[in-house]
């Protein structure tokens, strides 16, 4: 099940965002909880942050972000991440697939996201559930901690 994130699950994103395993691949460095409040709010009052569940355990969680104007068709998917001690049972695809039927119901004909080269376990992830690799974008993602960039594999899903 997937479901728009509230005030009372700050907890759970801060602690996922900041996980060792998940934070390198997503898009704010690690920071204190103080921090990282203004952004939740920010997410929180855009109303695009989710989180996916499974008996009423809360499992992972993404940002779904609708464009606007010409390009209100297109959502683009972010802050994609699976709690990293449920890694590898299949939630991951399965929120996805969670993930596909909202774009639907927002009458979305795309949604895009990238993710780094190196992200391997993620690409096939995305492939698996029926995104196409579109193009490398070039050094795109600043790591500030480790001082270097990173490119991103910039892949789409197609509704029919």
Known sequence: ??????????????????????????????MDE?????????LLNAG????????????????????????AHIAYLGGVAIDPTMAGQGYAYAMFSEILALGQSMQLTRIELSTSVENVRA???????????????????YLQSENRYLDEVLLSYLYE
Not at 34 to 42: G, L, M, N, T
Not at 48 to 71: A, C, N, P, Q
Request: overall charge neutral; glycine content about 4%.
């Open 1 to 30: 099940m997937i479901r728009p994130v509230q005030q009372s699950d700050f907890k759970f994103i801060y602690d996922l965002y900041m996980h060792p395993q998940v934070n390198p691949y997503l898009l704010y460095e690690d």
């Open 34 to 42: 103080d921090s990282f409040v203004p952004i939740f709010s920010e």
């Open 48 to 71: 695009v942050l989710y989180i996916f569940s499974e008996d009423e355990r809360d499992i992972g969680m993404f940002k779904l972000i609708r464009l606007k104007h010409r390009t």
């Open 123 to 141: 690409i096939r992830l995305y492939e698996k559930s029926g995104f196409v690799r579109e193009g490398i974008l070039r050094r795109y993602t």
